[in-house]
Each structure stands twice: as C-alpha cells, then as structure tokens.
C-alpha cells in the first residue's frame, strides 16, 4: 500500500510541476505578446507626436490657412502652398489606379473563375515574387524604358513625368489588388455558384452577377490598400516624376509629389530646426491625415457594402 501512495503522490507532484510550468510558459507568451503590441502602439504614438511637434512649430510661423490653399510651393522663397505638392501626389494616385485596378480586377477574376489548378499554382506566385521586387528598381525602369517611350509617343513630354510614374506605381500595386481579391473571389460559398448554374446562368453571368458583388467588399478593400500604397510610394516616383511642384492635370508634365519632396529635403543640407526643416514634417502631417481619412472612408465603404453569409 505505501509503494501504490507514494506512486500516486509522484504523479500529482509531477502533474502539479508541469501545470506550473505550462503556467509560467503561458505568462511569459503573453507577457511576449503585449510587450509586441505594446511597442508598436508606443512607436505610433511616437511618431504622431513627433509630427504634431515639428508640424506645429512649422504652423507657428506660417499660417496653415495659406499652407493648405496656397498655389505655390517654393520653401527657399517663403511660398509654402502644399497644393502642387498635394496635386501631384494624386495626379500620381488616380493614374497608377487607372492602370492597376482593371488589370488586377480582371486577373483576379480569370485566377478564381476560369483559371486551370495548374495555371492558378504557377501564375499567382508569380505575380506575388513581384512585391518583393525594390522600388528604386522600379523607378530606373520607368526612367530608362517607360519615360522615353512616352516621349517619343509624345514629342511634347518631359523626360521625367506624372504619366511614367502612374504607370510604374499601377504595376507595383498590382500584386496587392490581385492576390487579395482573388482570395476574396474564392472564398465566396459554392452553394451561391451552384444556385446560379442551377437556374440556368452561364459562366459569365454567375462572375458578373453572383461572385463578383458577393466578394464586392473584399475587392474594396484591396482598391483601398493598393491605393494606400500608392499615395506613399517613395522611391519610384521621385525617379519617374521629376521634381517640379505644379498644379497640373497634364500627366504628361513633370511634377513632383509630397512623398519626393520629403526625400529631396531630407538629402540636403537644412539645419536642425530651420523653418525650411520643419516643412518635412508639415508634409508629413498631410500625407498621414490624407491616408488616415482614406483608411476612415474604406472603414465606412466596407460597412455599408459588407456581405455576411453563414
């Protein structure tokens, strides 16, 4: 009888030390864990108070009134009107959405719908690898090949212009629109396919009619993102776009967007906590507020657009 207790009492000690452990491993996870989150959310605050600071510093001596209206961007002159700044970055936006919403839409489409497994398995990876090509990679491409093809279309072009840029950003965010409105394609429930075939509708009608509008706000939701993307691309469209801040809808004139600018300021030589320093976190401020209201809008989109199914 004693050998059977102290046995028994071996394994409760036993069970009891491994429950402690696993105790002590799950507290340090979670400690792990929030500590990630922690640093994250600190690293946001960060960086938003360190843009209101420099930014409000900047709006003490110049009036945001003229820095949100003015029509003339030369900081060395004393004009700190962000509107051809602000113009260039969407002219920029709109085109590279032009060009990469059909196409990524459209391949998505054939990669759900039509697309053999085989096909799919090669195809899709593909696209992916292109993400990971560099952005500066990008821009000595549209410098070297797209801009003087647009030049020689149009004599009349600049070298460095708004249209090589929108081309060259529309196929960076492509990969975006593609991979994630295809997931989205894919997931839409089978039964509503089957339904359709079952009244009738022909391939064509259950894409256009059916899967499409079912998976309608995850293709959103990839628009919005890719689009996101767009407005802070850096390094491509300060290669592509050139460097002249104007108000323009000629996406054939060279321009210059709030993201070039940051990187042209930061590459001089501007003095710690000159007027003419400062203007790089007053830009900043503008594309941080301009991307948070987009995030809010498609926030505010997928609510209303929203599909559920059970």
Not at 166 to 193: K, N, Y
Not at 237 to 251: D, E, H, M, S
Request: glycine share 8%.
């Amino acid at each position: 009888m004693s050998s059977i207790a102290s046995t028994a009492d071996r394994q409760l000690l036993e069970e009891t030390t491994s429950r402690l452990w696993r105790k002590r491993i799950e507290a340090a996870i979670r400690f792990v864990l929030m500590f990630c989150a922690g640093v994250s959310v600190l690293t946001t605050v960060g960086i938003v108070v360190l843009l209101l600071f420099e930014s409000l510093q900047f709006f003490g001596e110049v009036s945001i009134f003229e820095f949100l209206t003015g029509t003339k961007w030369a900081p060395q002159n004393k004009e700190f009107g962000i509107l051809p700044l602000f113009c260039g970055t969407m002219l920029v936006t709109v085109g590279a959405a032009i060009v990469a919403v059909p196409l990524g839409l459209g391949t998505a489409i054939y990669l759900s719908e039509y697309a053999t497994p085989l096909v799919r398995e090669t195809v899709k990876p593909a696209l992916e690898v292109l993400a990971g090509v560099p952005s500066v990679v990008f821009g000595y491409l549209a410098l070297i090949v797209i801009s003087p093809f647009i030049k020689e279309i149009f004599p009349g072009a600049d070298l460095a212009n708004a249209a090589s840029a929108a081309i060259v950003v529309g196929f960076m965010i492509l990969p975006t629109i593609i991979s994630l409105s295809e997931d989205v394609l894919r997931s839409v429930p089978r039964s509503l396919r089957e339904g359709a075939y079952a009244l009738g509708a022909t391939k064509y009608d259950v894409t256009a009619k059916v899967v499409v509008p079912a998976a309608l706000s995850g293709i959103v939701a990839s628009f919005l993102l890719a689009v996101s993307r767009a407005i802070g691309e850096t390094m491509a469209v300060t290669l592509a776009a050139g460097g002249t801040p104007r108000i323009t809808l000629n996406p054939l004139e060279s321009i210059q967007t709030m993201t070039a600018f940051i990187v042209q300021k930061t590459a001089g030589e501007n003095s710690h906590g000159t007027l003419e320093y400062r203007t790089v976190f007053a830009v900043g401020l503008t594309l941080f507020v301009s991307t948070m209201i987009l995030n809010l809008a498609a926030q505010w989109i997928l609510s209303r657009v929203r599909e559920k199914y059970e």
